[in-house]
């Protein structure tokens, strides 16, 4: 017997053995996993919503906002569907209320966010058991439309959370939508609120303020007369862009047709891209100044440099170049060129650069590549390699056909020729929070005494060019037309033009530099009987308002 009773007591002792260390595994090696665990299992945590920072004007007005709202949610183990509140709602959060029932194991379910205020009184008016709300905040635009394609607007993304997109929106959401808070409290079983346990909240930190470039009170006359504009002269749309030369400030950024950001959804989605920064078009006799500044630069010809092909239509690789008015102009200097819009002027000009420096001062006025602008949606037609350019290209390019560019390109290159040559990067927001964001150094592209050679130009293509009789008395502006044929499935419609102005004044201290475009006017196809005075309408009121 003794023999067994030893076997049973050490099998009693390794039993006992082996429990202690499991016991001991658990309570010592893995205490701190299920330690973990258990704080899980009890433990809830609580996403708080940090609110999205504003968009500002330079005056401080905000230009996007957050207004007061609601999330609303139901209790499924006390609501019972109801049709009146499902009338009330959206399409899609009256389904996610019949849904609510599928969860009866739940204490709360969200139906719906961002209800107004008065949406809310309706809903409590029809006294539902088990429904309840919580604040949120929506999206507001004091502005609407007059800058929807420069702000953007605030939606979702897949995962169901507000995102930026467009625009400011866009290109800022990150720091816009600032960092959420945590509420962290303990649960029972049934995922019910342990009301005397401990609670743990981290604040949410508020987004950004982003402090703008933008003047209020010149946005809204740029909307305003380019809205009166395009309904004048029978457009079917059209952009104003308003720049600082000297720092590249973008000051008003306005096109049409143009949408509700507050509506959106109901928004055809080709309307959310800003055309001034995302669309190419060809610029056709605006660009002409580009060339002769370039040429001036080179010292390829002087301002009273005379045209030796100026008398007639000239032919160039078997294509006939002739002036958009058929009137010619023998020994035209290039200040006459600049005036009379030379298309056989420009040929010439471009024949005295050559391919070689005219592509390198394509490229140093910026056309080719992005600007660099803080908007989300920008981008940028590329320039042919210099192998593919033969000489009609060339001679072409020189009066703005057979070339693309954006508007924001050809505004940022004007206000090179305003700002003595030097070539700014655009830019629309001064400030994140309190911290300045300084203007980028310009580069040089020509000299300050090419700027002042190709200004005078401008005057004097304004004082006596076909644009004359739109000038504001008393008014010195140096700036150049432009009327573009459409390209059209290979070929240029002789019917449909896209009419252009852009100047700068005061010409000898510039205020602002400023880009008119509208596409296919239907009163005057020419960019002297549209957008020059328009642009002209426009300036007045800039000028007043900038002193």
């Known amino acids: ?55 500002k004007s330079s005056d401080g007005f905000p230009l996007a906002t957050n207004q007061q709202a609601f999330l609303m949610y139901v209790n499924p183990r006390q609501f019972s569907f109801s049709s009146k509140l499902a009338e009330l709602l959206p399409a899609s959060d009256s389904a996610r209320l019949r849904q609510s029932s599928s969860y ?48 953007g607007f605030v939606g ?26 945590r509420l962290i409290h303990e649960q029972d079983a049934l995922n019910r ?22 003047n209020r009170v010149l946005q809204f006359i740029a909307y305003r007369k380019l809205s009166q504009g395009i309904t004048r002269y029978g457009a079917i749309s059209g952009t104003v862009t308003i720049m600082e030369p000297a720092t590249g400030r973008i000051l008003a950024m306005a096109s049409l047709p143009s949408y509700n950001p507050h509506n959106y ?7 959310f891209k800003n055309p001034i920064v995302s669309d190419s078009f060809e610029p056709g006799s605006t660009f002409k100044i580009f060339a002769m500044a370039a040429a001036l630069d080179s010292k390829a010809v002087k301002p009273d440099t005379k045209c030796p092909i100026c008398s007639g239509p000239v032919t160039v690789s078997n294509y006939t170049i002739e002036t958009w008015n058929e009137k010619y102009y023998p020994d ?31 490229s140093k006025f910026g056309f080719g590549k992005e600007t660099g602008i803080d908007l989300q949606e920008e981008s940028s037609p590329q320039l042919r390699p210099a192998s593919a350019w033969v000489d009609i290209d060339l ?22 020729i305003a700002n003595h040559g030097l070539l700014p990067k655009p830019q629309i927001v001064d400030k994140i929070n309190d911290k300045v964001i300084s203007p980028s150094s310009p580069t040089q ?78 009163t005057s196809p020419w960019g002297s009987e549209t957008a020059a005075p328009l642009w002209f309408d426009i300036a007045r009121d800039a000028l007043r308002l900038l002193k």
């Open 332 to 362: 035209s200097t290039m200040t006459e060129v600049i005036q009379h819009s030379d298309n056989v002027g420009m040929t010439w000009v471009s024949q005295r650069l050559g391919k070689a420096k005219y592509l390198d001062y394509l």
């Open 265 to 271: 959804q109901s928004t055809d989605p080709a309307l």
């Open 1 to 55: 017997m003794t023999w067994r009773l030893r076997i049973v007591q050490g099998l009693f002792s390794l039993m006992a053995l082996l429990i202690a260390l499991r016991l001991g595994y658990w309570q010592v090696i893995k205490a701190g996993d299920l330690s973990e665990q258990a704080t899980y299992q009890r433990q809830t945590t609580l996403e708080i919503p940090s609110p999205r920072g504003e968009i």
């Open 445 to 522: 592209v020509i000299s300050a005494a090419t700027a002042a050679q190709i200004t005078q130009m401008m005057v004097n293509a304004v004082d006596l060019g076909e644009a004359k009789w739109a000038k504001p008395a008393g008014l010195s502006i140096a700036g150049k037309t432009g009327t573009a044929q459409i390209p059209v499935a290979g070929h240029y419609d002789d019917k449909k033009t896209i009419a252009s102005f852009v100047g700068f004044a005061p010409p000898d201290n510039p205020k602002f530099v400023m880009l008119v475009t509208l596409r296919e006017p239907k």
């Open 193 to 214: 609120p342990i009301l005397i346990s401990d609670q743990s909240i981290i604040p949410p930190q508020p987004g950004s303020v982003l402090t703008t470039s933008i």
């Open 156 to 181: 979702q993304n897949t995962a169901g959370q507000p995102t930026g997109y467009f625009g400011l929106e866009g290109y800022y959401d990150r720091q816009l939508t600032g960092k959420p808070g």
């Open 395 to 416: 001679a072409t390019a020189a009066f703005g056909q057979g070339i693309a560019v954006t508007p924001l390109q050809i505004v940022r290159a004007a206000a090179a």
């Open 104 to 151: 009866s194991n739940l204490y709360w379910f969200l139906v719906s966010r961002r209800l107004t205020a008065s949406l809310k009184d309706k809903i409590t008016s029809l006294s539902l058991p088990g429904v309840g709300f919580e604040p949120d905040t929506v999206r507001f635009y004091p502005e609407s439309s007059t800058s929807a394609q420069l702000i």
